[in-house]
Antibody, heavy 121, light 107 residues
Framework: EVQLVESGGGLVKPGGSLRLSCAAS????????MNWVRQAPGKGLEWLSS????????HYADSVKGRFTISRDNAKNSVYLQMSSLRAEDTAIYYC??????????????WGQGTTVTVSS | EIVLTQSPGTLSLSPGERATLSCRAS??????LAWYQQKPGQAPRLLIH???TRATGIPARFSGSGSGTDFTLTISSLEPEDFAVYYC?????????FGGGTKVEIK
């Protein structure tokens, strides 16, 4: 079964850091670009970051550029999101999602269940 | 960046009715547009890619059309499970932003 499972969410104080992980299974992970997308409470979807299959191309939304870092380990079938200088407005459900192919393909066809990040003092 | 504007914000319809959702881009995205469905408490699901191609397993009552800046998602006859929020996303250029969403609710 094709599956993505996120972990690492939790409660963190403003200015703190957190590392999210996404474990993939059921497909050849190294063939696909991977993404992080978040959803603040009661709000819409926000694309955050993408990393191509071989780590050659990385992109970030302006809202997280310089604070968040995406990475992947194809040997471990995992993608990560290192988040630092966290703010209250980063409170959201964070989803890991697979592109249909590599590097801005035509959609995101596999999604994890999400992990919740709460930034509060 | 390309901004996507979805309308209406909320669509109130009854089961069996036709739903027509709009997504307008601030500049051309050619045919590189995707549609997603999200139900409460669930992750989004890819419905349509390349403006008009249904993703694997998506029922034929869902159809997409358009190119350039104007796109439409049509649900020909609403089933109870179709009441959800729908998002468009452009896949033409970085950043691949989402529209604000259209909620399809039961009238």
């Amino acid at each position: 079964e094709v599956q993505l499972v996120e972990s690492g969410g939790g409660l963190v104080k403003p200015g703190g850091s957190l590392r999210l992980s996404c474990a993939a299974s059921g497909f050849t992970f190294s063939d696909y670009s991977m993404n992080w997308v978040r959803q603040a409470p009661g709000k819409g979807l926000e694309w955050l970051s993408s990393i191509s299959s071989r780590n050659l191309n990385i992109h970030y939304a302006d809202s997280v550029k310089g604070r968040f870092t995406i990475s992947r380990d194809n040997a471990k079938n995992s993608v990560y999101l290192q988040m630092s200088s966290l703010r209250a407005e980063d409170t959201a459900i964070y989803y890991c999602a697979r592109d249909t192919g590599d590097y801005l393909s035509n959609g995101m066809d596999v999604w994890g269940q999400g992990t919740t990040v709460t930034v509060s003092s | 960046e390309i901004v996507l504007t979805q309308s209406p914000g909320t669509l109130s319809l009854s089961p069996g009715e036709r739903a027509t959702l709009s997504c307008r881009a601030s500049q051309s995205v050619r045919s590189y547009l995707a549609w997603y469905q999200q139900k409460p408490g669930q992750a989004p699901r890819l419905l349509i890619h390349d403006a008009s191609t249904r993703a694997t397993g998506i029922p034929a009552r869902f159809s997409g059309s358009g190119s350039g800046t104007d796109f439409t998602l049509t649900i020909s006859s609403l089933e109870p499970e179709d009441f959800a929020v729908y998002y468009c996303q452009q896949r033409s250029v970085w950043p691949p932003l989402f529209g604000g969403g259209t909620k399809v609710e039961i009238k």
